[in-house]
């Protein structure tokens, strides 16, 4: 694709170099495309134009393709950044953004974080660090899981990064000795992308992090999770019980939300009144009524459930079980006819039976509405372009990482879940009931059929979807 036209022009008068000959020119155009812009294309490229008209969506697609690529890196931009920033000038010669990839008249510093961004959702980032040390500044992205090094701008780019970004966030940028938090909605080449910020006093300066959330990235069903398919028709069956308690567990970053999302998607939305709190919403679900926390107004999860049980729910979802106030509400609810789903933070499923229990929940309360616990992972998928079978002396058999330019030379390009769904039975039922450790419980499940995390991994690696060293990376963390 050719990008010879600046962004903005392209976009706002429907016009995007396809190819350049050496007779003439393919053009793209909108439906709407005015002649006074093909005439400025035609004495720009000084070729003739060979014109397809095509409609406002696919060229909207187009567009986004051939500019969404483009532009200098974040490091590239750090290199051609002086020294000084007038710090008094930054603040009141900032515009809103529009778009990222408007920034061809933009000053150097706004160029950067643009630039930053762009590179972030171009590469398939879920989180941007930009952390203050005494001699420099380091920023990195969180691809797949892991972070890298992406730029070292100069100690005294710093500030003005921050300021930069907390306007952009909305936040106020002459408090620099408290947390605060914010959210930027920006546009790449049209599609719309919700930035999450958090920033936080250290001895060098304020660091920041930024989490990605790409609203066009599409829903995953629950038939895209990956799920072996025992797995996933076991869960359809939980989610399919009027009542009870559904609990998705395991660290932060492992995907807990995702498939909550995709198991509200499977729900008749139309048929049932689907009620969601979280901190903070990440998508938006059509048909689906979702609260977003406030503690600025004390609008926690526990008083915003007690409010949602008035409004006659059917299905809800808990972003988080934080404390045994929101715990108890839960159980409460799924006693009074309500399907609960919620995220727990613990390592694996018998690991939340006992955690509620350690909050302060009855047992015989537990026994009586839990209906199923699934513990989850992500692990990185093998690069198909670089992936080379393991070696002979390896101790699995599989394939392993290589390196390539698609993948970052990192090996892997995506990522999988691995799953363990735990069931409660009626055996289960009562050994939470009389207490049982949290070994009899796992042991009781694993005798019921459950896979574990690590076996349920042992199919990505045998089918060559990712690396046993991979695998056990993920486990061991």
Not at 22 to 29: C, N, S, T
Not at 172 to 189: F, M, N, S, V, W
Not at 283 to 299: A, K, S, T, W, Y
Not at 300 to 322: C, H, K, N, S, W
Request: charged letters at 25%.
């Amino acid at each position: 694709m050719g990008f010879e036209l600046p962004y903005g022009f392209a976009r706002d008068h429907g016009v995007l170099v396809a190819a350049l000959g050496a007779e003439h020119a393919e053009v793209l155009v909108r439906e709407d495309v005015r002649p006074q812009a093909l005439a400025e294309v035609r004495r720009s490229l000084g070729l003739p134009l060979r014109l397809q008209r095509v409609p406002r969506a696919l060229f909207d697609a187009r567009l986004a393709e051939a500019y969404g690529g483009a532009g200098d890196s974040a490091a590239e931009i750090v290199a051609d950044v002086g020294q000084e920033v007038d710090l008094d000038r930054l603040m009141t010669e900032l515009p809103a953004v529009e778009d990222l990839l408007d920034t061809q008249d933009d000053a150097p510093i706004i160029r950067l974080i643009n630039a930053l961004l762009t590179q972030a959702v171009r590469d398939g980032a879920s989180d941007v660090h930009i952390e203050p040390y005494e001699r420099e500044s380091v920023v990195r992205l969180r691809r797949d899981g892991v972070l890298r090094d992406i730029a070292r701008p100069r100690r005294g780019l710093h500030a003005a990064m921050a300021s930069r970004i907390k306007i952009m966030a909305q936040l106020d940028i002459a408090e620099k000795r408290l947390p605060q938090d914010g959210r930027i909605t920006l546009r790449l080449a049209g599609r719309a992308v919700d930035v999450r910020v958090s920033t936080v006093p250290t001895t060098h300066g304020e660091r920041l992090v930024l989490r990605l959330l790409d609203k066009q990235a599409g829903q995953i069903g629950l038939d895209g999770l990956g799920m072996a398919p025992d797995t996933s028709a076991v869960f359809a069956d939980l989610l399919a019980r009027p009542h009870g308690i559904l609990l998705v567990t395991g660290p932060t970053g492992s995907g807990k939300t995702t498939t909550l999302y995709a198991a509200l998607q499977s729900l008749d939305a139309g048929r049932l009144n689907i009620v969601t709190v979280e901190d903070p919403v990440e998508f938006d679900l059509p048909g689906v009524g979702q609260i977003p926390v406030n503690p600025r107004i004390e609008l926690d999860f526990a008083r915003a459930l007690r409010a949602i049980l008035r409004q006659d729910p059917d299905v809800i979802m808990i972003g988080e079980i934080r404390d045994l106030e929101t715990a108890q509400i839960a159980i409460q609810a799924s006693l009074t006819g309500h399907l609960v789903l919620a995220t727990l933070h613990t390592n694996d499923s018998a690991a939340a039976l006992t955690r509620l229990v350690d909050m302060g929940i009855e047992p015989f309360l537990l026994a009586s509405t839990l209906r199923g616990v699934l513990a989850q992972r992500l692990v990185r998928k093998l690069c198909p372009d670089c992936r080379q079978p393991a070696a002979p002396a390896s101790t699995t058999r599989g394939w392993e990482a290589g390196q390539c330019a698609h993948c970052g030379h990192s090996g892997y390009r995506g990522r999988a879940g691995i799953y363990e769904l735990l069931v409660v039975d009626e055996g289960l039922r009562r050994l939470i009931h009389d207490g049982a450790d949290e070994d009899r419980l796992r042991a009781h499940a694993r005798a019921a059929g459950m896979h574990s995390l690590h076996e349920d991994g042992l199919r990505h690696v045998a089918s060559g979807l990712t690396s046993a060293a991979e695998l056990q990376r993920v486990i061991r963390a």
